[in-house]
């Protein structure tokens, strides 16, 4: 466009009224990351289209089908601004109302897990799922209703690896191996792909692999190999690998004069126990910056990061000069202060010297030196418990008197007459109280059996009684065992119970 002549600016794209123009012009503007003027013309093509559609007697629904594209869009804006909450609200109502074209819904979904992260795996996979199809072809992957044809290779590769990432959320690791194998025929120029592998064997606690991985693929592409060395040194500095995350941190030379790189450095080595090492780190980094140019210069703060290093490791001479170049440049109070403290172990002269330029500090004009050093210095104070305080003795004769309250009985207690003492095992369970007595068992013989069985002693007395009977008549075979015990009656059934 620029090669045309083609004005691409806000004002010239509303005189031209073109949809097209607008959208593209937009996206442009996203990849130079100028999120604003990208917003600003996405609206436009939107209220374009809008228009124009409304003119072809276009429905609401069909609308924003039409428009989806450009919605998805705008919601990626506004997720790159951090304008979560609402660029989630717009990729959940393209997914749920299906009002979008395949392409955007696939954009809608990649950038909705995004957001997300972790939270609900399993949702996510699912949605994933509905745009990757099956294949039994193995290491082959391929989307659903040619969708292969209408996403970028980037854009393919961001909905592949979100489906890895889930998967080992979800601890589903063979899955995410045969993905990782499969995009690594797709991708074979990324480095993508070797990070998952990577976290794969990370996942599975094979840390010497996931290590293996990353060091061969960075020295077969070293051009590429600025992230997976940042990796190796993250994943070698976890598993208390400390040299070999110092060795990857050091073969990135572009990151070497920077703070954070040599603060790690720095920790790294001296988790080696190589102070030497740490030092020489803090020095060339001195050394670059005092050779660049750049506006955001960092010396002052290496310097100073170097000179309370040395001061710590006994480098008492290097954190002198060091300290005195943080003076001659900036002359700051705290650089001064540490002057006069590395000075007084090494030229005490010029730490008097150098003394003279701190400004006083108020209240300390009329103590006494000598006899501050004679004292024999603070008492530690464990807590306010330990603290004496003279208390006058108005107020301890206050305190002293206290209110003495009235007690409160119960509703009906006279205090005068009040009875018995109570019990004082109330609280206690019956069984342990003294006052205690168990019941005594029934020592009286007990059927025992299955329903309906009897005792020898009954079985003998009916035995009896049937033989008697014979000799008499029909109306009188009633046995002697009832003749001579009267029938119990109910009620002194339930009273026996109760016993």
């Given at each position: ?27 442009s503007l ?7 003027e ?52 717009t ?5 749920n109302g ?13 950038n ?18 509905r ?7 193995p ?14 290779p ?18 589903k690791?063979?899955q995410?191996?045969?993905l ?20 794969v ?14 060091s ?15 990796a ?7 598993a ?56 955001d ?7 100073r990061?170097?000179?309370?290093f ?5 480098r ?15 002359g ?22 150098y003394?003279?330029k701190?400004?006083?500090l108020p209240g ?11 004292t024999s ?6 807590g306010?418990?330990d ?10 004769k ?9 007690p409160?009985y119960p ?7 009040p009875g018995?003492?109570p ?39 009916n ?27 109910n ?9």
């Amino acid at each position: 466009m620029k090669a045309l002549k083609v004005d691409l600016t806000t004002r010239a794209l509303r005189d031209t009224r073109s949809f097209e123009l607008a959208y593209n012009s937009a996206c442009s503007l996203i990849e130079n990351k100028k999120y604003s003027e990208a917003k600003e013309q996405l609206d436009l093509a939107k209220r374009i289209g809008k228009e124009e559609l409304m003119v072809e007697d276009y429905g609401e629904a069909d609308i924003e089908y039409e428009l989806a594209p450009v919605s998805a869009q705008l919601a990626y804006v506004q997720q790159l601004q951090g304008q979560s909450q609402e660029a989630m609200q717009t990729y959940v109502n393209m997914i749920n109302g299906q009002s979008a074209d395949l392409s955007s819904l696939a954009v809608a979904t990649t950038n909705l897990i995004s957001i997300k992260g972790t939270k609900d795996t399993a949702d996510s996979l699912k949605k994933l799922d509905r745009l990757i199809g099956t294949t039994t072809a193995p290491n082959q992957l391929h989307l659903v209703e040619n969708l292969d044809y209408k996403l970028s290779p980037w854009q393919k590769e961001a909905l592949y690896s979100a489906r890895v990432l889930l998967l080992l959320h979800a601890n589903k690791t063979e899955q995410a191996h045969e993905l990782v194998r499969g995009l690594l025929g797709m991708f074979p120029d990324s480095v993508f792909p070797v990070l998952l592998q990577a976290a794969v064997h990370v996942k599975e606690k094979k840390i010497h692999k996931a290590e293996d991985v990353l060091s061969q693929y960075a020295e077969k592409r070293p051009e590429n190999s600025k992230g997976l060395l940042l990796a190796l040194a993250q994943i070698a500095a976890n598993a208390n690998h400390f040299q070999l995350a110092a060795d990857s941190l050091s073969r990135i030379p572009d990151i070497q004069h920077m703070p954070a790189t040599v603060a790690t450095l720095v920790a790294l080595k001296e988790r080696l126990g190589d102070s030497n090492a740490a030092a020489s780190v803090l020095d060339s980094a001195i050394n670059w910056w005092k050779n660049s140019m750049t506006e955001d210069n960092k010396l002052d703060i290496l310097t100073r990061e170097a000179a309370a290093f040395k001061l710590s490791h006994g480098r008492d001479e290097e954190a002198c000069l060091l300290y005195e170049e943080l003076v001659k440049s900036h002359g700051s109070i705290e650089a001064l202060a540490g002057l006069v403290m590395t000075s007084a172990r090494t030229n005490l002269e010029k730490a008097e010297q150098y003394e003279k330029k701190l400004k006083p500090l108020p209240g300390l004009k009329g103590v006494n030196v000598e006899s501050l050093e004679k004292t024999s210095g603070a008492r530690h104070v464990e807590g306010p418990q330990d603290m004496k305080v003279d208390v006058p003795e108005e107020v301890k004769k206050q305190k002293a008197k206290k209110r003495k309250r009235k007690p409160r009985y119960p509703k009906g207690f006279d205090p005068a007459n009040p009875g018995p003492p109570p019990d004082p095992e109330r609280w206690l369970p019956r069984r342990e109280r003294s006052s205690y007595r168990p019941k005594r068992k029934d020592k009286r013989a007990q059927v025992r059996g299955a329903q309906g069985a009897v005792s020898r002693e009954t079985s003998a007395t009916n035995v009896g009684a049937s033989s008697k009977g014979s000799q008499t008549t029909n109306s009188s075979k009633t046995p002697a065992v009832n003749a001579e015990q009267p029938k119990t009656s109910n009620k002194s059934r339930k009273k026996k119970s109760r016993h």
